[in-house]
């Protein structure tokens, strides 16, 4: 039974083509005929898929992106892909398509006669193709290579399905609090207003979680939150440097100038001024910041040096979606 609706539809499609073929025949042409050109169409689909080749090829240097020279690898790939497709659409356009140009005044806009004459013209134009499918197939390739090259560096903007490395931090506890040339860090270094960064010792200072801001606060003004009591041993603190606005430094330690307004120091990012305060647990004092510095909790060594005590409080830098779901690693 399904057989035979099977050849029944195929019998159908054949003797509806043979029909249009017909119908094709016996209506005149508006585009004079012309002879097929399979070199032509042969070099078309060559060049299409070429340029897919190239497409990928700038991928495949993305990918790998250790390649000396890489960036001239990377151009030389892209542009070569639309040489090839521009070539292609030439070839096409100048041995594939038959074209005539004839004086006329425009018909009246929407006349269903000039409709049909259009898409006639259009059907007519295609008659030389002799390797549609073929011709299609290769386009398409090359079109989709184009589009997966072009949407290649997004991937750069940040992890596509493993955000993982988002939440990683190279603090541990007790890891010691050196500076930018490796010196150790102790308690009695740290002085009340002034500004400190720190960095974990034996890790990259580059990484996005390793710089610290570090100040010492009257124990009698913190009031860090709850869980927190502990972590900030002498009346010392440390924060993230990365503001979680906008993933600039914070840079500036704001010394209070007047009671009402500024009632004690804070720590103040410059560029868009996101301010915190550090006796609370870096919440947001005033800016665009949208949640408090991640802290880190400190502890002090028999020698009188300050260590990690732990990860942070939360994820590093600036906001993204789900980033209060997420803990740091």
């Known amino acids: 039974m399904v057989i035979a609706a099977l050849v029944l539809a195929g019998w159908r499609r054949k003797r509806k083509e043979e029909e249009e073929e017909k119908e094709k025949s016996e209506r005149e042409r508006i585009v004079p005929s012309a002879p097929p050109n399979r070199g032509a169409e042969t070099a078309v689909i060559v060049l299409l898929l070429l340029a897919a080749l190239s497409a990928l090829a700038f991928v495949a240097f993305y990918a790998i992106g250790s390649l000396a020279d890489e960036t001239q690898l990377l151009g030389a790939a892209l542009g070569l892909a639309f040489a090839l497709l521009a070539a292609a659409l030439i070839v096409t356009a100048k041995r594939l398509i038959v074209t005539e140009e004839n004086e006329e005044d425009y018909p009246e806009i929407g006349a269903p006669d000039e409709r049909q ?3 006639q013209v259009v059907e007519e134009s295609a008659d030389r193709l002799t390797r549609k499918r073929l011709l299609r197939l290769a386009g398409g390739a090359a079109g989709g290579a184009l589009g997966v090259a072009l949407a290649t560096p997004a991937v750069s903007l ?3 399905f493993d955000v993982s490395s988002l939440y990683a931090t190279p603090w541990r506890r007790g890891r010691r609090l050196v500076d930018e040339v490796g010196t150790p860090f102790r308690a009695d270094d740290i002085g009340p207003g002034t500004f400190y960064t720190a960095y974990p010792e034996g ?5 996005i979680a390793a710089p610290l801001v570090v100040v010492r606060v009257d124990p009698a ?11 900030a041993p002498q009346g010392i ?3 993230s440097k990365i503001c979680t606005h906008a993933g600039c430094a914070v840079a500036l330690y704001r010394k209070p100038l007047f009671p009402r307004t500024e009632p004690r120091a804070a720590l103040v990012c410059p560029c868009h001024y996101s301010t915190f305060d550090p006796a609370k647990g870096a919440t947001v004092l005033f800016g665009p910041a949208g949640r408090p510095l991640p802290q880190l909790p400190l502890l002090i060594d028999r020698r009188g040096q300050l260590r990690a005590a732990g990860n942070f409080s939360g994820p590093v830098g600036p906001s993204w979606w789900g980033v209060r779901i997420g803990k740091p690693t």
């Open 221 to 231: 003004e913190l009031d860090l939150p709850a869980g927190r009591e502990g972590w």
């Open 237 to 239: 603190v440390a924060y």
């Open 158 to 160: 940040g992890p596509v």
């Open 117 to 119: 004459a259009v898409a």
């Open 203 to 207: 890790a990259s200072h580059d990484k």
